[in-house]
């Protein structure tokens, strides 16, 4: 090269990369050299499972190589038909079947040599049926040749319309080549001694065109391990950061536990206990708290918080709680000033419909012992006298960034994040990696578990009269439905034609309430006031209701479409019942089509575990749709699998808290490479990952 090569070079250096070829690869995130050599393949043809087309067996999965010979479409109508290409190889002939995809007709000449895997099976001959093809030609196979014993797996990537894998492979050669000796190596000898990894450059090469099965693993390790080292790496610095920052010691007493737990009619729990002693001792530190607080709805999460708040009212600060939604902000209010009757402590709600300009003048003077709002607690012109301690509650449904606005309002105020959809231990490592965690795993006593049971939508009528006994006994009744009014594309029941049909055909003996998005605040403040008095026995919601809605008397829960909702979704909404002394139902009403969405109904009908919901939630929907990559810091993971190489991801947090305790600024110079690339990859991010 006549220039100094870099990584970082824009990816048009590398030679066979032109204009147009490097705009098809920025599709693919690939924007430098780097981002191409971490471009890692999906899959790999394993030559060894290549076999001659006569030893292809019915009811085996087969890969072969040969030339089409006939390429035949016979048409249906309307896209649908039967495409068949005829293959041959020295060893004899087959047919290659296609159902309903004539476009691909196109992709087929006589002449052309291709790969093809799939089910085999006997009709007429040999056939595959809807197998997966790869052309490969003198110019598209990019040096590989899949008869040759040197190349036995064989890289297949992720690709964007104009751009094929053979010419792919080569440009990724060329760049190993050229720029492979230039990459650092982030990962001091000693963890690749003690794990017995490879260097980055062995890594990638192996990577992407292995030698063998077991210098593809060894290089997959490696990698998995050091994308979690690196993010692992910038949350034990945020968390060594925040342990050394001066904040609020807060001082109690034995004569003020006491006067607290008057407030409460009830004793805590063991649980509640637990998590309470951890946040006393990081309240009394002069380190900023920083915890997270999970445990099912109902395990009574808000009166531990409760009690921390009134401890910062002892000492003179004031106290914000963060709620996603009015709905809940209001419960949160309601609960908190009942159980606040006839103390001192002066509570007050700010959400975007309450009374604003009093309150934010009362926060600004310190009148407001205690804050309860939605984002309208971050806003610019809320200032507080003197803020101490942060609940932010439900914390999956705010971006970090708003987090962050909260505690800017105060001089490093201890804050406590609680939700009541249970963290996987994955999560508990990446997300919330620098807050320690307290979970609540009992029920209040008296609580039973909330029966559940799926039923097909043929069965509606019968949990229409079990309703119907429920509610002519005193109880109440939710249901829930997908949509807020009828769709034109989708065959669903919507909230307000299902409200219509209880009101006037199911249940016209009882009051049948509504309660969706789309309502006002007043609106929906005059349903939930109906139905908490008991003037209103069904309530009909959307998804709204998962949170906020306290009624101790709703014993039954139905899910209309039940698989349409997620599994946390679900199991929020079970929440809502069950609050009381009495047996509460849970009704799923849905016809599962796809195996994922059987798979969610039937473990939320195996347990009430909500730590098992989280981690099945995990496995079925993948941490990036589950909490929203971007919002949360996740890394940016390219290779490895947070449920599948957990236990690689807990080394990976080891190591990296044994290297920031023995190098807390990274300043050895056989860190300085693996300094370097977390802040290129997390210097942004660096500063919001302890929000939570």
């Given at each position: 090269m006549d220039r100094q090569a870099d990584i970082n070079d824009p990816v048009q250096y590398v030679q066979g990369i032109g204009p147009k070829r490097a705009e098809l690869l920025e599709r693919l995130g690939i924007v430098t050299v780097r981002d191409l050599l971490y471009f890692f393949p999906r899959k790999y043809h394993d030559r060894h499972n290549l076999v001659p087309i006569a030893e292809a067996r019915p009811g085996e999965q087969?890969?072969?190589?040969?030339?089409?010979t006939k390429v035949n479409l016979r048409r249906r109508g309307r896209g649908k038909g039967v495409l068949m290409v005829e293959v041959r190889d020295e060893s004899g002939e087959m047919r290659a079947v296609w159902f309903n995809q004539n476009y691909l007709a196109d992709r087929f000449d006589?002449?052309?040599?291709?790969?093809?895997?799939?089910?085999v099976r006997e009709y007429n001959g040999i056939e595959l049926i809807n197998p997966g093809f790869e052309h490969i030609g003198a110019e598209e196979h990019g040096g590989i040749a899949l008869t040759?014993?040197?190349?036995?797996?064989?890289?297949?990537?992720?690709?964007?319309?104009?751009?094929?894998?053979?010419?792919?492979?080569?440009?990724?050669?060329?760049?190993l080549d050229a720029y492979g000796a230039l990459l650092p190596e982030v990962l001091p000898e000693g963890l690749l001694a003690r794990y017995g990894l490879p260097g980055i450059a062995r890594a990638l090469a192996d990577a992407h065109f292995p030698e063998s099965v077991e210098a593809k693993e060894a290089a997959k390790r490696r990698?998995?391990?050091?994308?979690?080292?690196?993010?692992?790496?910038?949350?034990?610095?945020?968390?060594?950061?925040?342990?050394?920052?001066?904040?609020?010691?807060?001082?109690?007493?034995?004569?003020?536990?006491?006067?607290?737990?008057?407030?409460?009619?009830?004793?805590?729990?063991?649980?509640?206990?637990?998590?309470?002693?951890?946040i006393l001792s990081d309240m009394q530190s002069s380190s900023p708290m920083n915890r997270l607080i999970q445990g099912d709805v109902g395990c009574?999460?808000?009166?531990?918080?409760?009690?921390?708040?009134?401890?910062?009212?002892?000492?003179?600060?004031?106290?914000?709680?963060?709620?996603?939604?009015?709905i809940l902000a209001e419960q949160h209010y309601r609960t908190i000033t009942?159980?606040?009757?006839?103390?001192?402590?002066?509570?007050?709600?700010?959400?975007?419909?309450?009374?604003?300009?009093?309150?934010?003048?009362?926060?600004?003077?310190?009148?407001?012992?205690i804050v309860i709002g939605t984002h309208a607690v971050i806003q610019s012109d809320v200032t507080f006298h003197r803020l101490g301690f942060i609940v932010i509650d439900e914390q999956h449904k705010f971006g970090v960034m708003q987090r962050a606005r909260l505690r800017w309002k105060g001089r490093l105020p201890d804050v406590l994040v609680m939700t009541a959809t249970p963290i996987p231990r994955t999560l508990a490592l990446t997300v919330f990696g620098d807050l320690d965690?307290?979970?609540?795993?009992?029920?209040?006593?008296?609580?039973?578990?909330?029966?559940?049971k799926k039923l097909s939508p043929g069965r509606l009528g019968r949990a229409y009269e079990f309703i119907r006994k429920q509610v002519a006994a005193g109880r109440q009744a939710f249901v829930v439905c997908p949509l807020v009014e009828q769709s034109e594309t989708l065959d669903l029941r919507s909230a307000m034609e299902t409200a219509d049909e209880l009101e006037r055909r199911v249940f016209p003996e009882f009051s049948v309430g509504l309660l969706h998005g789309r309502m006002s605040a007043e609106e929906k403040e005059r349903a939930m006031g109906a139905f908490a008095r008991g003037d209103m026995r069904i309530m009909v919601s959307t998804i709204v209701v998962e949170v906020g809605i306290d009624v101790p008397n709703a014993t039954v829960m139905l899910v209309l479409h039940a698989e349409r909702f997620g599994l946390a979704q679900l199991h929020q909404l079970r929440g809502r019942v069950g609050r009381g002394a009495e047996q509460a139902t849970c009704l799923l009403c849905g016809n599962p089509k796809s195996e994922d969405a059987k798979q969610r109904l039937k473990v939320l009908c195996e347990t009430t575990d909500g730590?098992?919901?989280?981690?099945?939630?995990?496995?079925?929907?993948?941490?990036?749709?589950?909490?929203?990559?971007?919002?949360?810091?996740l890394p940016d993971v390219r290779i490895g699998d947070f449920v599948e190489d957990v236990e690689t991801l807990e080394r990976a947090r080891d190591d990296a808290a044994a290297l920031v305790a023995a190098d807390p600024k990274l300043g050895r110079p056989e860190h300085a490479a693996l300094r370097r690339r977390m802040l290129d990859l997390y210097r942004d991010k660096l500063n919001l990952i302890g929000i939570g």
């Open positions: 087969a890969m072969v190589l040969g030339d089409v006589a002449g052309d040599t291709v790969l093809l895997w799939g089910p040759d014993e040197a190349s036995p797996l064989v890289p297949v990537y992720p690709l964007t319309e104009g751009l094929s894998q053979g010419q792919v492979r080569p440009i990724i050669r060329t760049a990698l998995i391990y050091e994308e979690f080292m690196v993010f692992e790496l910038a949350v034990a610095l945020r968390r060594h950061a925040a342990r050394s920052a001066e904040g609020i010691a807060f001082k109690t007493s034995a004569e003020f536990d006491r006067r607290i737990r008057k407030l409460f009619p009830f004793e805590l729990t063991a649980s509640q206990e637990g998590a309470l002693t951890g009574g999460k808000t009166v531990v918080a409760l009690y921390a708040m009134l401890l910062a009212s002892a000492n003179k600060y004031q106290s914000a709680i963060m709620a996603p939604t009015e009942k159980m606040l009757e006839g103390s001192k402590v002066r509570v007050r709600l700010l959400t975007g419909s309450s009374d604003r300009g009093r309150a934010l003048a009362e926060i600004e003077r310190g009148e407001a012992d965690v307290s979970s609540i795993g009992e029920l209040p006593p008296g609580r039973r578990p909330v029966a559940t730590f098992r919901i989280a981690e099945e939630d995990l496995k079925l929907r993948g941490t990036g749709e589950l909490f929203g990559t971007r919002q949360h810091g």
